[in-house]
């Protein structure tokens, strides 16, 4: 798994300083705009005559564009560098999965599926929002604070007063804000599973009146999931009205103190007492954009309280401590041809397994009850679990890293519960090669085939949604021959079959085991069983071969 | 259409959040116009040495009451509009959900889980933006935009309300719509990717170790990968439309304050209004920014919420109702006449014409080979299918005759799958009986042989994982048989009761339901020995080729 820090640091990118510092550009323009606009209406009082108002407004609108043109800039810039980070996290997350052996401890694959998804997409707002905020916050009102200071030294306190309470509240209303979000985060993740895990038995349920009652508990989680969001949009809220409160304020007793001065009513807080009708209104436009960008960091805040639960999540996922899959996963490799195995010594899950040897060809049932490891085994040989203790070896060679590709390439896997891809039927047999007719007829399969509308394009889901438990079972019977493989495991191939249907599955395994392949089997099915060379019957705890 | 729908559902909060927005544009356009004529009007005064004659207090006042009579209403605007909005779109899932579970029962089988979530999910989401970026403003805008047209109209003069009111009703208007319809592709393309990567990530995940033994992990994961990239592309283009629309529209505010600053100044120059009268119009044009600035947030979001109303919209209907008898007899019977089904409408029948009747206490088991459509007649004779031909009567009327509720309470039918949920098993229990007892519970799991693994795993309020997850297959086919059997049902269909289960535990398993329930009418599709040996008689089920 990747190291933390190529994750969730706060490494800058280029783009990213150079969107920061242009936005910090575009909001200085304003202060040259807004000197305009008090240039012309105190000339109108002063010397009408003498203003040109059209030059000053084309100066005006000159301006804007500057600002609009390097605002785009900046955009640009940073939706880059935020889609880059996003990008960075989607592949990291693909790739762990990929190659992690266990599930993941955040969830299943839907809390998975969210986090990658919608909650990435919550950092995109943070990204783009909360450091050219910081900055613009940092420098702006100290820019603004200065012109005020030229004019009037009680707009200036005014302003000094006003502005560096807000970030106490801030940093209290966010602290609050982050505890709530999260909160509401780990939900999501809650609702899309259970969401997936409902509607999967939806249709079932049904059948059994249950409608209702999965309704009614659904609502539930809708309704607390309101509760939640509200909550945090109270504070939210809050917060930024807090902000607006001394802003307006502050807006309210500049304009009250620049009017009265102007009125000549008060002849103190002007440098020497006196305030140009121009520079008050200079004064009254400049205000509210003191207030401005702190306004900004604060809703950049609550994106990165956000953002910080997503950042959190992607960690706990990723200082999670799990296996790796042996070997890669991936295709190409060498068959290795007829090998036989030898286990030694295994144990897995505080289960004992005893020693066994598989020639090639040969036909081995696992037997013995529920949880005594027969799947385990299956997995063991098939190199989807590391055993805890002792040995696989392939003819002489050890399963391990090197190995397990190139001996999965001739295995066939029939496990009991099959994930279908959200493909077509032919895509979930052979991969994307065409599915080879003799197969088919194997698993009996043909008949089902020529009875579907779309034939083997016909889209797969979870579950095999649209097949029957035994089509389901015929089609990864069909998955595990089309390989041609060394050796098919197969957990329960009989399972959910009727007689008649269960004795083709097995004459099918029969055949290819005819055709020299070695069969290891699974079952509880003891018809099955006595139909191996060899029944090797676990016990719960002990492993005893007889 | 839905906009409509989630705005009634809550009307009153949807108004009175309607009202409050209002109120929040209109005191910022008036406190900004106020405190311009203010301070200029104070400075006309002053250098005409009547400043002792202005009245100052008036408009001090109304300045400090606009200001923080608009902190305050924005705070209960953003509150109520957000409730209303959450609580419309609780509703609107569990709308969902209830039209959905009224669907036929092959429709529901063919919504795969994963394009399923991702339609409630994130087309729910997208909604969220509907009425509160989208409707809210629009409305909230124009009214406040017209009302300040007509006071500057009156105030200041009626050229400088012609160009604000056309200019920020139109000019926005036409950004949007134009906005709107080049944004419309890629914000499809990016939609799509989204859902094709979570559904490849689950598929990934969930189908791991298939995947891996199958070398194609690397194949499923460079296909998740390039939906990633797809979203990447299509962002990025939705990015720039939102670039270029953001300068749109701050050209078109800045566009507007020149014009209103120009306008204003030649008329002060031409002798028509006074300097103060015309600071009034351009501050005003500056407070209208903010009326218009909602159509960025609206335009970046407007894609999404189209296509997912687009998709939600037919799910909602509620189908045909059922039918309307509610008087069905303690003890009904079951009778088949002459049943037979032919698939979509194909010419092909499924099973010889059926006829057969159960009495109440009477178990018949149907037999024949898998695939012969013993699953069929049990979906038919629960009301699940509609027969092609010949009819299911129970209690002496068509099953189609009973209402929903009647049927959803006396009949139940245990599918092949185990259709199990994550949570307790109380609570999976009680899905199928919501005020069950627990003694009830016990009693019900005591009849299928379960009572004691339950208690070993910690009672009825052991957890199961998605699905089930942590019962083995004969646990989880037995905890579904307690389930119906505490439905206590009239007629109970069972399909394939005791798979996977040994046959000492099959045997005391269906000897514990016929105890439990002895007036039920009890079909089932068998194909096992001690299956049909525990009917009081069976019936084979003729596949026919015609």
């Given amino acids: 798994m990747p190291s933390s820090a190529t994750l969730t640091d706060s490494t800058r990118s280029l783009d990213e300083t150079r969107g920061v510092l242009l936005s910090l550009g575009a909001a200085l323009v304003w202060p040259l705009q807004a000197a305009i606009i008090a240039w012309v209406i105190g000339g109108l009082l002063t010397d009408p005559g003498r203003i040109a108002p059209v030059p000053a407004a084309l100066g005006f609108l000159a301006l804007a564009v500057l600002r609009s043109g390097i605002d785009m800039a900046a955009q640009r810039a940073l939706a880059d560098a935020a889609e880059a980070r996003i990008a960075g996290l989607r592949a990291a997350i693909l790739d762990g999965e990929a190659r992690a052996a266990t599930a993941s401890g955040l969830g299943g694959a839907g809390a998975l599926a969210a986090l990658a998804g919608e909650k990435l997409e919550a950092l995109r707002p943070y990204l783009l929002r909360y450091r050219p905020a910081r900055l613009r916050a940092m420098v702006v009102p100290l820019v603004i604070l200065v012109i005020a200071l030229w004019n009037s030294w009680a707009v200036a306190l005014v302003l000094l007063m006003a502005g560096p309470l807000i970030p106490v509240f801030m940093a209290l209303v966010g602290w609050a804000a982050k505890t709530a979000s999260e909160r509401q985060m780990v939900e999501i993740g809650q609702l899309s599973d259970l969401l997936v895990d409902r509607l999967a038995a939806l249709s079932d349920l049904r059948l059994i009146g249950a409608g209702g009652p999965l309704v009614d508990g659904f609502a539930e989680t809708s309704e607390s999931l309101r509760d939640r969001t509200m909550a945090v949009l109270k504070i939210a809220f809050l917060s930024s009205t807090v902000l607006e409160l001394f802003a307006a304020i502050g807006v309210a007793m500049v304009a009250i103190w620049v009017g009265f001065t102007l009125l000549g009513e008060l002849g103190w807080g002007s440098w020497g007492g006196t305030l140009s009708p121009a520079a008050g209104i200079y004064l009254l436009l400049l205000t509210p954009e003191f207030f401005q960008p702190l306004r900004d960091l604060a809703a950049a805040w609550h994106d990165r309280a956000a953002a910080d639960a997503v950042l959190d999540e992607v960690d706990q996922w990723q200082r999670e401590d799990r296996p790796a899959r042996l070997g890669h996963g991936g295709g190409g490799g060498m068959d290795a041809g007829p090998v036989a195995l030898r286990l030694t010594g295994l144990r897995h899950r505080g289960l004992d397994f005893p020693d066994i040897e598989i020639a090639p060809g040969a036909r081995i049932a696992v037997t013995g009850p529920s949880g005594c490891g027969k799947t385990t085994l299956l997995r063991l040989i098939a190199g989807l679990d590391r055993p805890e203790a002792g040995r696989i070896l392939l003819g002489g060679r050890p399963l391990d890293e090197d190995t397990a590709t190139d001996w999965r390439r001739g295995i066939g896997w029939m496990p009991q519960a099959p994930h279908f891809l959200n493909r077509s039927l032919r895509h979930n047999i052979g991969f994307g090669d065409p599915v080879r007719p003799e197969v088919l007829r194997a698993a009996h399969l043909d008949g089902l085939l020529a009875g579907l509308p779309k034939g083997d394009l016909t889209l797969l889901g979870e579950r095999g949604a649209g097949l029957s438990g035994g089509e389901a079972r015929r089609v990864t019977l069909a998955r595990a021959m089309q390989g041609a493989p060394q050796m098919i495991l197969a957990d329960e191939p009989t399972a959910d079959l009727d007689a008649h249907t269960a004795a083709a599955i097995a004459e099918g395994l029969m055949a290819y085991a005819e055709a020299g392949g070695t069969l290891v089997i699974a079952t509880h099915d003891g018809d099955l069983a006595a139909r191996m060379d060899r029944v090797i019957r676990l016990d719960n705890t002990r492993g005893e071969a007889s | ?546």
């Fill in chain 2, 1 to 546: 259409m839905l906009v409509v729908m989630l705005v009634r559902g809550e009307r009153r909060a949807f108004l009175r959040g309607l009202a409050l927005a209002v109120t929040v544009l209109a005191m910022g356009v008036a406190l900004l116009g106020l405190s311009g004529w203010f301070i200029t009007a104070a400075a006309a005064a002053g250098m005409a040495g009547i400043g002792i004659l202005f009245n100052v207090f008036a408009p001090s006042a109304m300045v400090r009451l606009l200001a923080l009579g608009r902190t305050a209403a924005r705070y209960g605007e953003r509150l109520l509009t957000h409730d209303a909005t959450l609580r419309a779109l609780s509703h609107l899932r569990i709308r969902l959900l209830q039209g959905l579970l009224t669907r036929p029962y092959r429709t529901l089988e063919r919504l795969r889980a994963n394009t399923f979530l991702n339609r409630v999910t994130a087309d729910i989401d997208a909604l969220d933006g509907a009425l509160l970026r989208l409707v809210l403003p629009a409305l909230a805008g124009g009214a406040v935009i017209v009302t300040a047209s007509v006071a500057l109209w009156l105030l200041v003069y009626p050229s400088i309300a012609l160009i604000l009111g056309t200019g920020f009703l139109l000019l926005p208007t036409m950004v949007f719509l134009l906005g709107q319809r080049i944004a419309r592709r890629p914000a499809r393309q990016a939609e799509a990717a989204m859902q094709a990567s979570r559904s490849r990530l689950i598929d990934l995940i969930a189908g791991r170790d298939d995947l891996t033994v199958y070398g194609q992990l690397q194949a499923a994961e460079d296909h998740a990968r390039n939906a990633h990239l797809r979203h990447s592309t299509a962002r990025a283009r939705l990015d720039r439309i939102e670039r270029l629309t953001q300068a749109a529209l701050d050209l078109t505010g800045a566009g507007l304050t020149a014009a209103a600053l120009a306008v204003g100044a030649m008329l002060v120059q031409a002798g028509e209004i006074s300097a103060a009268r015309a600071a009034i119009g351009v501050f005003a044009a500056l407070a209208l920014g903010e009326a218009v600035a909602p159509v960025r947030r609206a335009l970046s979001e407007i894609g999404r919420m189209t296509q997912a109303a687009r998709r939600i919209l037919p799910s909602l209907a509620v189908a045909a109702p059922g039918g309307t008898r509610e008087d069905m007899p303690g003890t009904p019977s079951l009778a088949l006449r002459d049943l037979d089904y032919r698939p979509g409408g194909s010419g092909r029948r499924v099973f010889a014409p059926l006829s057969l009747t159960v009495a109440p206490g009477e178990i018949v088991a149907l037999t024949g080979p898998s695939g012969c459509g013993k699953s069929t007649v049990l979906l038919l004779a629960a009301g699940a299918l509609e027969p092609s031909g010949g009819t299911v009567d129970i209690g002496g009327a068509a099953v189609g005759a009973w209402s929903r509720e009647v049927l959803g309470a006396r009949i139940a039918l245990v599918p092949q799958r185990n259709a199990l949920i994550a949570g307790s098993i109380a609570e999976n229990l009680r899905l199928a009986a919501p005020g069950a007892a627990p003694r009830d519970l016990w009693q019900a799991l005591e009849a299928v042989q379960l009572a004691e693994t339950i208690r070993a795993r910690g009672g009825l309020d052991s957890r199961l994982g998605f699905r089930g997850a942590g019962l083995s297959g004969g646990e989880a086919r037995r905890l579904v048989l307690a389930r119906a059997i505490l439905k206590r049902p009239a007629v109970l269909l069972l399909d394939e009761p005791t798979e996977g289960l040994d046959e000492a535990t099959a045997q005391a398993v269906m000897a514990g339901l016929r105890r439990a329930l002895p007036e039920a009418v009890i079909l089932l599709a068998a194909h096992r020995r001690v299956e049909i040996a525990a009917a009081d008689r069976s019936m084979a089920l003729d596949r026919t080729e015609s």
